[in-house]
């Protein structure tokens, strides 16, 4: 089968796609002993790979994992700011995974990262639908924000609404409030809250479809079953 070579680079954990195919124009990689070149396609069973004279290693086992992600730690692979990045979280697998969907710098919980590009797609696509459940501690007049959160809101010139919205704990000066929602665009949650007149003072996603934090502590991380990524991508 031909596939264009900055993907065949890419799953097989050498760079992202825009990584690979600067490295193709840096000249470094080359086809059966010719230098490659931009928008190359490559048959993966025959044609030899060399990166920087070195042979391509073998395409990495699919792996997918549910990380607890701790606040403070950036949704991305490296950090122009030397901020924590969730690749540091994880520094002990060596195989390059990426995030599917982001949580904000200060938001915490469940994340999935994976070098399966079919179930970032399933996954992020939106006609799928799935729900993200997020547990939202905030400050103010939780009785007024609860219906309001309950109808559609436009936020950044979307509309937006969520699915379920409940008030799962009373505080003397909020509450904490479990919100689910399908979409998962930018900072939805925090937007949505301080559109119905709350503070938020922490945001946990705390579930993902039929997946949930349960079992993994706070900054750990837990390999995905055979049969849940089966059930993902139903
Ligand atoms: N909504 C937000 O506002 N932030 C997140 O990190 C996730 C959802």
Redesign the pocket.
């Known amino acids: 089968m031909r596939e264009r070579l900055s993907k065949v680079l890419a799953a097989h954990g050498v760079a992202s796609r825009r990584g690979a195919e600067a490295l193709i124009e840096s000249g470094r990689v080359r086809v059966n002993g010719q230098i490659a070149v931009i928008g190359q396609k490559i048959d993966v069973e025959s044609d030899a790979v060399e990166i920087s004279g070195r042979p391509l290693r073998p395409r990495p086992e699919p792996i997918t994992i549910l990380l607890h992600k701790p606040r403070g730690v950036v949704t991305t692979l490296s950090d122009e700011k030397g901020r924590r990045t969730v690749r540091d979280v994880i520094s002990e697998i060596d195989t390059r995974l990426v995030p599917v969907g982001?949580?904000?710098l200060n938001?915490e919980g469940l994340l999935l990262l994976t070098n399966d590009g079919a179930l970032v797609h399933y996954i992020t696509h939106p006609s799928h639908e799935i729900e993200?459940e997020?547990h939202v501690w905030v400050t103010g007049p939780v009785d007024t924000a609860k219906p309001i959160l309950a109808r559609p809101m436009t936020i950044e010139g979307h509309t937006v609404k969520s699915l379920r919205v409940a008030l799962v704990e009373r505080r003397e000066d909020g509450g904490v409030l479990a919100l689910v929602i399908h979409e998962?665009r930018h900072?939805?949650?925090?937007?949505m809250c301080e559109q119905a007149g709350l503070t938020v003072k922490r945001?946990v996603?705390v579930r993902l479809g039929f997946l949930t934090l349960q079992g993994v502590p706070y900054g750990k991380w837990r390999k995905l079953t055979p049969p849940e990524i089966k059930k993902l991508k139903q």
């Open positions: 982001r949580l904000d938001t993200k997020y998962g900072h939805q949650v925090r937007l945001l996603r």
